[in-house]
């Protein structure tokens, strides 16, 4: 089971094929920000396997993995299609940064020497 996510050429719309078969509007609202001097529009699409994708919609669509999920995500040399290999039962198309929220991961601190009498 896997779905893949290719960008519609020329159209803000995605063809999804695999577990879900749908051709879904990227929302008109995406915002822009700078990439490399040159401004993008990016969207973000979350998969039920609890993967984040953040995308862009331009001359050059490419895909990028925000959060990793349960399932394998591979996305071609060229960043131009995205397959998720696990059961996918659902994906959302989502506009802006200020509607999705990442956790940080940080490691914990770890406390050094504790317990083993050293500057006591």
């Given amino acids: 089971m896997a779905v893949t996510i290719v960008p519609i050429p020329n159209e803000p719309r995605l063809c999804v094929v695999g577990d879900i078969e749908a051709n879904l509007a990227i929302p008109a609202a995406a915002p822009q920000h700078l990439e490399d001097s040159e401004l993008v529009d990016a969207y973000f699409v979350a998969l039920s396997d609890g993967s984040l994708i953040r995308a862009r919609f331009h001359d050059e669509p490419r895909f990028e993995v ?15 299609s995205l397959t998720v290999d696990w059961k996918i039962e659902w ?8 509607s999705t929220a990442v956790a940080r991961h940080e490691p914990p601190t770890l406390p050094l020497f504790e317990g083993l009498g050293v500057g006591a």
């Fill in 91 to 98: 994906l959302g198309v989502s506009s802006d940064y200020a």
């Fill in 66 to 80: 925000v959060a990793e999920g349960a399932g394998a995500v591979k996305i071609d040399r060229a960043g131009r």
